[in-house]
């Protein structure tokens, strides 16, 4: 897989362009890479940081056959449930079969099924302020024209001709129809049986500004797996709520950066921006240093044990000094209708390179 993956890597540079098609700030290399930073998770690896989805997942996919993992196409879960007497989550598909394991992952993004049994109660994604015009469905295969993507768009003849010219060009039925819709941070993943966990946006959706949700998707599998290996059999039911307790904070936070990444990047002030200090859009070393395996392989046994207490689990996969605050979507929805702009997240607590 390894070989796999250097060979869909893509070595590129950060350009941060404005619509005119002027850099809004100097090119530059992704920041784990910029002289001076920190050493990253895959030190001495070059990481480039730009892969196509579809590559990853077919990488993905060819791992799991050479696994001899069974993958069925096709088929979509209809509902979620838990037989906590029988230590069982069980799922329902839409071509008539119940299905069952020890535990049951909800991988099924932003439109899961599994609120129901996880938080006792559906709920309903919200648009982010950046809507379409209310048709678009959560489908890979819900498609657009670019002429009526060009439509949409404000202000075209502002724009840097190469980048009209490449929106009208671009080849039919390779453009995704995908409503930017987010849910508040919800700090419960897990049934009250522990059977089924969610994991990725089903758990924690992103916006694309956060610039991370695949990330968070991986760095969650991966923890979720490692906390499954040393709970064991018998323990699995207390392993995915421990999982949940590692990366709830971690992946909130990412969450609220997707909204001050946006209104850095829909200013076209840079100065206002930067001012202070601000570093454009960089995340720091808290982010990219982070070892999601590692992580709940030395924190596994004291977050169980808080677990059983009822106490605090106090999370190090923050920013060094950072003090977690709970916050809403609706609340940063207000500070973009008043066109508020202060930097307030990233200077809470060390989000350095170095």
Not at 3 to 32: M, Y
Not at 170 to 177: E, K, N
Not at 297 to 314: C, L
């Amino acid at each position: 897989m390894f070989e796999e993956w250097t060979r869909i890597d893509n070595d590129t540079e950060v350009h941060v362009c404005l619509q005119d098609g002027s850099l809004a700030i100097p090119k530059r290399e992704f920041e784990w890479n910029l002289e001076g930073s920190a050493k990253h998770a895959v030190w001495p690896l070059r990481v480039s940081g730009c892969f196509f989805r579809r590559d990853v997942a077919l990488m993905f996919f060819a791992q799991a056959q050479r696994l001899g993992i069974p993958i069925t196409f096709g088929v979509s879960v209809t509902k979620y449930l838990e037989d906590s007497a029988n230590g069982l989550g069980i799922i329902h598909t839409d071509d008539g079969r119940e299905l069952s394991a020890d535990i049951v992952v909800a991988a099924d993004g932003l439109g899961t099924k599994s609120h129901s049994v996880v938080l006792g109660y559906p709920t309903r994604a919200v648009n982010t302020g950046y809507c379409d015009d209310g048709t678009a469905t959560e489908s890979w295969s819900t498609g657009v024209t670019p002429g009526q993507m060009a439509a949409v768009l404000p202000g075209l003849e502002s724009w840097d001709p190469l980048l009209v010219e490449a929106i009208k060009n671009t080849p039919p039925d390779t453009i995704v129809r995908w409503k930017l819709c987010l849910r508040n941070p919800q700090p419960k993943w897990t049934s009250a049986g522990g059977r089924i966990v969610q994991v990725g946006d089903a758990a924690h959706s992103l916006l694309p500004t956060s610039a991370n949700g695949a990330a968070m998707a991986l760095e969650d599998s991966i923890s979720l797996a490692e906390c499954l290996h040393l709970g064991g059999k018998e323990g699995a039911a207390v392993a995915t709520k421990v999982h949940q307790v590692l990366r709830y904070q971690r992946t909130a936070l990412i969450q609220h950066c997707g909204f001050v990444n946006r209104r850095e990047l829909h200013n076209t002030s840079m100065k206002e921006v930067t001012e202070g200090g601000n570093a454009f859009l960089f995340y720091g070393k808290w982010l990219w240093q982070h070892n999601a395996e590692k992580y709940a392989n030395a924190n596994f046994e004291v977050a169980r044990q808080n677990i059983e207490r009822g106490s605090v689990f106090k999370n190090t996969n923050l920013p060094r000094g950072h003090v977690f605050e709970d916050w809403t979507m609706e609340s940063e929805l207000e500070k973009e209708k008043a066109g508020i702009f202060v930097q307030e997240l990233k200077t809470n607590g060390e989000w350095t390179l170095a």
